[in-house]
């Protein structure tokens, strides 16, 4: 929906230095995702898949300030502060010496949400409703965006096997059944550790450097975890 206006008409205003919109409210409910059933990722997928399609003719280019060079200068800027252990530190400088090594897959770029999480997806039964926080929406390979929703989606903190083929596999389905332009082939091993180590870095700075009393603690190992697994399988 569009952003609500105010009594002179506008529909961006600020708050705390930062750009604020009110939208009207939307029907539904989030949840965890391990609470995600496969149809449930399925269809995050395919919700995806129409997003990128629906953008696909947005003409304007924002670049991505958590993208992979973003996230290595990011990294660079403050691993020497970084309050983690110094084995932590080393598996990190070696994650973005490797990856920025490589060249980044082709494929096709546009406007990515950039923070396909759980509690951005509203759900009625087995519906989404409504998508939130498109705070970090940016121009990007639209493999970013479905390696951040494989990472932030299928991962099972409580499973020795994490990654679950089968949950993958449902919202990658979802993903190729709604005819999302992204590559669904090997490519996409490089994005799921590429944004695995944007979250990891991107955790560290907001919640071992920064401090607040109104944040909820995101612990930066959930991600590093994950890049340690996508590192040992792809």
């Known amino acids: 929906p569009e952003p609500l206006a105010d009594r002179s008409g506008k529909r961006l205003a600020s708050?705390?230095?930062?750009?604020?919109?009110?939208?009207?409210?939307l029907p539904g409910a989030d949840k965890e995702a391990h609470e995600f059933s496969n149809k449930d990722l399925a269809e995050a997928g395919g919700m995806l898949a129409r997003l990128?399609?629906?953008?696909?003719k947005y003409a304007v280019r924002l670049p991505n300030r958590?993208?992979?060079?973003?996230?290595?200068?990011?990294?660079?800027?403050?691993?020497a502060k970084a309050r983690i252990p110094e084995a932590h530190r080393v598996e990190l400088d070696a994650a973005v010496a490797e990856l920025s090594r490589r060249?980044?897959?082709?494929?096709?770029?546009?406007v990515v949400h950039g923070d396909w999480f759980c509690d951005n997806l509203l759900f009625e039964g087995a519906r989404i409703t409504g998508v939130l926080d498109f705070e970090a929406a940016a121009t990007d390979a639209l493999a970013f965006d479905v390696a951040t929703a494989v990472n932030a989606l299928c991962w099972l903190p409580a499973?020795?096997?994490?990654?679950?083929?089968?949950?993958?596999?449902?919202l990658l389905e979802g993903y190729a059944m709604a005819e999302g332009?992204?590559?669904?082939?090997?490519?996409?091993?490089?994005?799921?550790?590429?944004?695995?180590?944007?979250?990891?870095?991107?955790r560290i700075l907001d919640f071992r450097m920064r401090t607040s009393s109104l944040r909820v603690e995101k612990d930066y190992r959930d991600f590093l975890r994950r890049l340690r697994f996508w590192s040992r399988t792809t």
Do not use: C, E, Y
């Open 181 to 202: 332009p992204a590559p669904i082939d090997d490519s996409l091993a490089f994005w799921l550790r590429a944004t695995a180590l944007r979250f990891t870095v991107t």
């Open 52 to 56: 990128h399609h629906a953008a696909a």
């Open 159 to 170: 499973d020795p096997d994490r990654f679950r083929r089968p949950r993958v596999r449902a």
């Open 103 to 110: 060249p980044a897959p082709t494929g096709p770029s546009g």
């Open 15 to 25: 708050f705390g230095k930062k750009p604020l919109a009110v939208f009207p409210w």
């Open 66 to 79: 958590f993208g992979l060079v973003a996230t290595a200068a990011r990294w660079a800027r403050i691993r």
